[in-house]
């Protein structure tokens, strides 16, 4: 959709055809900045239709024979509100009417319904999160990083201000070499226990992430929980790469939630 004071807007395309009406039509969509086709394209709608061709009109087609039925769709609107749009396409091809799932699901996005908390009048989801249980020590290690930033000693710039004493002497630290930026804490909690190792590091590579799996597997040992049986994690890229898969084992599952909804940590 286009401004109202856009080049070829209405009032635009009025004003190029009042001006077509005593210039010939090639000088005038010069001055316009505008093809000699475009300009002769709306003097010629507007002779058609007058005003209302100097408007954009819709692209939708006029008929359209495979659109989904009305009755289709208020079938979709009704079982939206207890199933998933894979479930409503299985039904559907149940009852013999065949529609793309894709085509199931664009129905509820413009009805409103796509969403579950769009479903609920208070919304709320009606989704349960998931539960991951361990019911022995090791059985499951939940693994994540959580990026934190280096904050110097009394706060930062937004505390004291970027004139102050402290945050020069901060600037010039850096310009030392000092560090600065974001720290990551690598933590592993064992589910049954709840025994958790972190370790402060400077990234969160997949080399990083392997090695801080290796000595979680050291201090777990150290404290009787002498095997892995299933890690869990994010899909987060340090957890998919082959690195990290080498010192999981194959003696451990490797689980890639990718949501805490659905990983239930």
């Known amino acids: ?45 507007y002779l058609r239709h007058g005003a ?12 359209s024979p495979r659109a989904t039925s009305g009755a289709t769709v208020a079938t979709i609107d009704a079982w939206r509100r207890k199933w998933s749009a894979a479930r409503i396409t299985a039904e559907l091809a149940h009852c013999g009417t065949m529609l793309d799932r894709r085509t199931v ?6 009805l409103g319904l796509a969403r579950r908390r769009f ?4 919304g709320a989801s009606n989704r349960a999160p998931g539960r991951i249980t361990a019911h022995w020590p090791g059985h499951m290690v939940h693994l994540d990083v959580k990026k934190v930033a280096r904050i110097p000693d009394g706060g930062g710039c937004r505390m004291r201000g970027r004139d102050s004493v402290q945050t020069r002497a901060v600037d010039r630290a850096k310009s030392a070499g000092a560090a600065g930026g974001y720290l990551y804490l690598h933590s592993a909690v064992d589910g049954f226990s709840r ?10 590579k997949g080399a990083t992430a392997a090695a801080f799996l290796a000595r979680a597997k050291v201090f777990f040992a150290a404290h009787g929980i002498t095997h892995l049986y299933r890690v869990v994690t994010d899909n987060g890229t340090c957890y998919r790469l082959a690195v990290f898969s080498r010192i999981v084992g194959r003696r451990t599952k490797h689980r890639r939630a990718g949501r805490n909804l659905a990983s239930g940590r």
């Open 1 to 45: 959709m286009v401004h109202r004071n856009a080049s070829m807007s209405a009032e635009g395309c009025r004003r190029l055809v009042e001006r077509c009406e005593n210039r010939p039509i090639s000088h005038v969509a010069a001055e316009m900045g505008i093809s000699r086709a475009c300009a002769s394209t709306w003097v010629n709608h």
């Open 52 to 63: 209302t061709g100097l408007h954009e009109r819709s692209s939708v087609p006029h008929r």
């Open 105 to 110: 699901t664009r129905h509820p996005a413009r």
């Open 119 to 122: 479903i609920d009048p208070a």
């Open 195 to 204: 025994l958790a190792y972190t370790e402060a590091l400077g990234d969160e």
